[in-house]
């Protein structure tokens, strides 16, 4: 009997002992875990930054026929100017050819689509106050229907010269007047979204576009360049 008892308290002092030993062990392992953690981030962050920057001077070329070279410009103390923070106030792109002639203006919106949030760039002229092209970057809309707001050519292809006075329209089809756009068979709200993202974009920034033939001169060296072979 007392050599039972003797095995079971042996029993319990070890398994005693091992608590610490297994609490250390549990710490210095989430420790380092964190540690590698933080080390991937830091080594990645560069990369997924200048990725992101390169998929929007992309999308920026692109709704800005002719653009080779841009300018970001931020909304600060109730003034656009050239941006001195990417990551600070809300901003905007100006987009120039190859002469640095200003062509137009890459306005960023967001909204609730019928999945998510959608988010877009349109570009914008302001002499001729319309839009000059619309290009999607953040969707999660339904696949096969919500997602034809960048793969319907159609539907893309309306915002390519859209007048934006009176404000833009949607209708279910057969668009007749320049500020209208056909919606998508299927996927309403989605396109709805769409329209209502650029209205209300036009609404907060439009009133602070310089004047036509005012807009900044792109500064040199240019911010950022159109990659070789890029339109």
């Known amino acids: 009997m007392n050599g039972e008892l003797?095995?079971?308290?042996?029993?319990?002092?070890?398994?005693?002992?091992?608590?610490?030993r297994l609490v250390l062990?549990?710490?210095?392992?989430?420790l380092l875990s964190g540690l590698a953690i933080v080390s991937?981030?830091?080594?990645?962050?560069?990369?997924?930054?200048?990725?992101?920057?390169?998929f929007m001077r992309e999308a920026v070329f692109k709704?800005?026929?002719?653009?080779?070279?841009?300018?970001?410009?931020?909304?600060?103390?109730?003034?656009?100017?050239?941006?001195?923070?990417?990551?600070g106030e809300p901003s905007i792109y100006a987009g120039y050819d190859a002469g640095s002639r200003?062509?137009?203006?890459?306005?960023?919106?967001?909204g609730t689509g019928y999945q998510d949030t959608i988010g877009l760039l349109y570009g914008f002229d302001?002499?001729?106050r319309r839009v000059t092209g619309m290009e999607v970057l953040v969707s999660s809309e339904t696949p096969g229907l919500g997602d034809k707001i960048?793969?319907?050519?159609?539907?893309?292809?309306a915002?390519?010269?859209?007048?934006?006075?009176?404000?833009?329209?949607?209708?279910?089809?057969?668009?007749?007047a320049d500020n209208q756009v056909d919606g998508i068979t299927g996927a309403t709200i989605s396109s709805q979204a769409v329209v209502r993202i650029i209205n209300q974009a036009n609404a907060e920034w439009l009133e602070r576009l310089f004047e036509p033939g005012r807009e900044p001169p792109l500064e040199e060296p240019p911010q950022a360049d159109a990659p070789e072979g890029g339109s």
């Open 6 to 20: 003797v095995q079971i308290t042996s029993r319990k002092k070890k398994a005693n002992d091992s608590t610490p």
């Open 25 to 30: 062990t549990l710490t210095v392992a989430g």
């Open 40 to 54: 991937a981030y830091e080594l990645t962050r560069p990369i997924i930054a200048a990725n992101q920057a390169r």
């Open 63 to 87: 709704v800005i026929p002719g653009a080779e070279r841009l300018q970001q410009l931020a909304w600060s103390d109730g003034t656009l100017a050239p941006a001195v923070d990417e990551a």
């Open 102 to 110: 200003f062509l137009g203006y890459a306005i960023p919106g967001e």
């Open 126 to 128: 302001p002499a001729r």
């Open 150 to 157: 960048y793969k319907d050519e159609a539907f893309v292809g």
């Open 159 to 176: 915002f390519l010269d859209l007048a934006i006075e009176p404000e833009i329209e949607l209708v279910k089809e057969g668009a007749s």
